[in-house]
């Protein structure tokens, strides 16, 4: 079985743009999260999508946003790009109450 | 406000010594938590898990215990390996009345396997 996949695996944007990230969950699964990764700041939750509806929201300002399609696949964008932007951003499947992560999208805004 | 914490940025510990990593958290109301293992470059790998009325649990050289009257859990790697090296977080679930879960995540401790 493929796991999660995210793509692109790293991105550069300028502040001010706005960036879209892809998510493919293991084949079955219909939760989606999505989490941001910073250095001191750990794994932070930034929301879940099931069956194309979003059931959680963590504390991030509205630029952050999210999707997920028929397909259980997700996306996640993020506009008016800032500096502080600038993470490892995670999307994990789950089934059965565990989390299986995806390599990750290293964005980096400059 | 950080509801689970994970004091300790890093740890070194030699080749077969037992590992000890700790995590504090602040609600009550998690109903489990998980050990979650990252390498760089890749996405955190599941571990062990523990329900919130258990204290135990062990699985092959992975021991989490859970002490809910000082809101602590630790994980213990013993004998610790050279391939344990990683960052470790702790993660506490919360399930709401609709069935959705929730984790929250620590914000990780490194642990460096000195051969």
């Known amino acids: 079985k493929a796991g999660v996949t995210q793509t692109p695996r790293y991105l550069i944007k300028t502040r001010g743009q706005q960036v879209t990230l892809s998510c493919s969950p293991i084949?079955?699964?219909?939760?989606v999260s999505w989490y941001q990764q910073t250095p001191g700041q750990g794994l932070q939750f930034l929301f879940e999508y099931f069956s194309e509806t979003q059931r959680n929201k963590g504390n991030f300002p509205g630029r952050f946003s999210g999707r997920q399609f028929s397909n259980s696949r997700s996306e996640m964008n993020v506009s008016t790009l800032e500096l502080g932007d600038s993470a490892l951003y995670l999307c994990?499947?789950?089934?059965?109450?565990?989390?299986?992560f995806g390599q990750g999208t290293r964005l980096t805004v400059v | 406000d950080q509801q689970v914490k994970q004091n300790s940025p890093s740890l070194s510990v030699q080749e077969g010594r037992i590992s000890i990593l700790n995590c504090d958290y602040t609600n009550s109301m998690f109903d489990y938590f998980l050990w979650y293992k990252k390498y760089p470059a890749e996405g955190p790998t599941f571990l062990i898990s523990i329900s919130s009325i258990k204290d135990k649990n062990e699985d092959g050289r992975f021991t989490v215990f859970l002490n809910k009257s000082a809101k602590h859990l630790s994980l213990h790697i013993v004998p610790s390996q050279p391939g344990d090296s990683a960052v470790y977080f702790c993660a506490a679930v919360l399930k709401s009345n609709f069935g959705n879960e929730k984790l929250t995540f620590g914000t990780g401790t490194r642990l460096t396997i000195i051969p």
């Open positions: 084949s079955g699964h219909r939760s």
């Open positions: 994990a499947s789950s089934l059965d109450s565990r989390a299986f």
